[in-house]
């Protein structure tokens, strides 16, 4: 089926570019990562050896917006992006991406370095400054994903002035070199999100799960998740998955799905007594 895939994201490179999002990058246990936030090494290198070999151009997406101009991307770029900066990014994908000699980009949520993560078990936590710095240094594009960590949608003016602002401020002072773009947390924003990222002087911010477009700052996103194998990679890269999940029948499929969870755990239950 590999072949299938290559062929299928051959077919939409010479149509457009993608903007790919992730969180972590590591060998998690299911149940240490209730969100699925986290794409095993294995899954992420076969992920990246597909863009690869169907011939996109990786960039950062700072890059990406230079060369969209305002407007939709020429085809055949694609992005890597992450959300957070969890210490996995530093750990497993810098070296993933140094092997393949590709560029990505770090999204920061500046409160959080060097803190616990809360929501994921067994130790995890965020990037600490000196982790930042190696990625700094080796080329990743650092950018900016709020303060706190607040969804922006229904923000004031003057938190989304906090939140983007200050992320911006903090990082730049740390690496000493301009931030370019913002993450929405959650992927959401509204109006008064959209107006702090422009005044923050940002050339892009992205979004995900559907929302966005090739607006330079609402891009859009194709988020991936531990959860996903290749079918599901390629349909959310070709824009098909979020229609589907959404509609009439993914709804009714998850729900036979849950359902049929449930009636598997009372039955392992009622087996051990």
Request: aromatic letters at 6%; hydrophobic letters at 40%.
């Amino acid at each position: 089926m590999t072949a299938a895939w290559r062929r299928a994201l051959r077919a939409l490179r010479r149509r457009r570019s993608v903007n790919v999002g992730y969180h972590g990058v590591d060998d998690v246990p299911p149940a240490s990562d209730p969100e699925n936030l986290c794409v095993s090494p294995a899954r992420f290198r076969a992920q990246l050896g597909l863009l690869m070999d169907a011939g996109f151009e990786l960039v950062t997406v700072a890059e990406l917006a230079e060369r969209a101009a305002g407007g939709p991307p020429p085809p055949g770029l694609a992005t890597l992006s992450f959300d957070d900066g969890l210490e996995d990014n530093h750990r497993v994908l810098l070296p993933i991406l140094r092997a393949a000699g590709v560029p990505a980009t770090v999204y920061v949520t500046t409160s959080f370095i060097g803190r616990p993560n809360p929501w994921r078990r067994g130790g995890a936590r965020y990037m600490t400054e000196e982790e930042l710095l190696a990625l700094h240094a080796a080329g990743i594009e650092i950018g900016a994903h709020s303060v706190t960590h607040r969804d922006l949608s229904a923000a004031s003016k003057e938190i989304c002035e906090r939140e983007v602002a200050g992320s911006v401020t903090a990082l730049e002072r740390l690496t000493g070199t301009p931030v370019r773009t913002f993450a929405y947390p959650y992927c959401s924003y509204g109006e008064a999100a959209v107006a702090a990222v422009r005044r923050a002087g940002l050339i892009a911010a992205v979004t995900c799960e559907g929302r966005g477009d090739w607006s330079p700052l609402t891009m859009k996103r194709a988020l991936i998740t531990g959860r996903d194998g290749l079918a599901s990679f390629v349909a959310k890269l070709w824009d098909v998955y979020q229609p589907a999940f959404e509609s009439g029948p993914g709804r009714a499929a998850r729900s036979m799905s849950r359902i049929a969870r449930v009636r598997a755990r009372n039955a392992r239950e009622a087996r051990h007594g």
